[in-house]
């Protein structure tokens, strides 16, 4: 169980985080986002025990992560926006370096290394991490972030700049790791992603908290069931003059409905225009649309 309460933290006059309290249970992908300058990576350092709350509590598995913060280290995984990696090593040797520092022998981090690399698709073949990738260097940090095996995990932005392939790749394993047990903390710009990975999603906005819970929730408080009309359509003139506006796209025409008296409406409108609806898709506004609503 992660439980923050009142969490604030200032920096000189600026209040980058202001009275956030949230709670979720372990084994949960938890996504926080937010526009730039909301408070998303100053969240993940406080969680991450990386920087102390001006006020506020963390508790962390029954651990006090505001008054020791080192006792999180041993259970936690991180994974910052950049990946700062020692270049001129090998992934090979990267991994040992730190599997050292966590006590692990050489035996062990080789099974654990290897584990890893083949779980990521990575083949270092005892080349120098500068040679490899964007992508191949992301995969290192994520398994420098693994090779003591920990049971929390928090990663600031996981997949981006990546190409499309490896970004799927990793939101893939993040679907993995999760079904091993861990709880994983992240933050992203894809919001596709986090919608369809996440457990529950955090909403900054300027260091408050302005929406939190499952998808499903987010989208009562955001916004109801829509419905888009695809339709064809021999003389669309003939709907000149209807208050329904429609739009052209991919071969079809289509006008969006906000409820069931408007999609009657549409419907209604086309077969008297002489028109044929192909199909009717129903959604959710999507996390992008609920950060764009929150962002006016």
């Known amino acids: 169980m992660i439980t923050a309460r009142n969490l604030t933290k200032k920096f000189d006059n600026f209040t980058a985080l202001d009275d956030v309290s949230f709670e979720f249970d372990d084994g949960e992908i938890f996504g926080i986002i937010g526009h730039n300058g909301a408070g998303k ?7 991450s025990g990386l920087i102390t709350p001006t006020s506020g509590e963390l508790v962390i598995n029954d651990m006090d992560v505001v008054k020791n913060p080192i006792a999180l280290k041993e259970t936690l995984g991180y994974l910052p926006e950049e990946s700062r990696l020692y ?25 654990r290394s290897n ?11 005892g080349k120098k991490i500068g040679e ?4 191949m260097k992301r995969k290192v940090a994520i398994a420098r972030s693994l090779i003591h095996d920990p049971s929390f995990l928090v990663y600031d932005e996981a997949t981006s700049g990546l190409d499309p392939m490896t970004s799927r790749f990793i939101a893939d394993y993040l679907r993995t790791l999760k079904k091993e047990g861990k709880t994983i903390v992240l933050s992203a710009h894809n919001l596709y992603q986090v919608e369809a990975i996440c457990d529950r999603v955090m909403i900054l906005k300027r260091g408050k908290m302005v929406a939190f819970g499952t998808m499903s929730q987010l ?6 069931l829509t419905y888009t009309i ?6 669309p003139g003939k709907l ?3 208050s329904k506006t429609y ?9 969006e409905a906000a409820d069931m008296s408007e999609l009657n409406e549409c419907t209604g409108l086309i077969a008297e225009a002489g028109g044929k609806v192909e199909k009717i898709e129903s959604g959710y506004p999507s996390l992008e649309e609920m950060l764009v609503k929150i962002g006016k």
């Open 87 to 111: 270049e001129t090593m090998t992934a090979e040797n990267y991994l040992a370096f730190f599997g050292e520092i966590y006590g692990f022998s050489a035996q062990e981090i080789r099974v």
């Open 247 to 255: 739009r052209q796209e991919e071969g079809f025409f289509i006008c």
């Open 41 to 47: 990576t100053t969240l993940l350092k406080i969680i």
């Open 230 to 235: 695809f339709f064809l359509i021999d003389d």
């Open 219 to 224: 989208r009562d408080q955001f916004g109801t």
């Open 240 to 242: 000149i003059g209807h």
């Open 115 to 125: 584990q890893l690399f083949a779980a990521l698709s990575l083949e270092p073949d």
């Open 132 to 135: 490899f990738s964007k992508g």
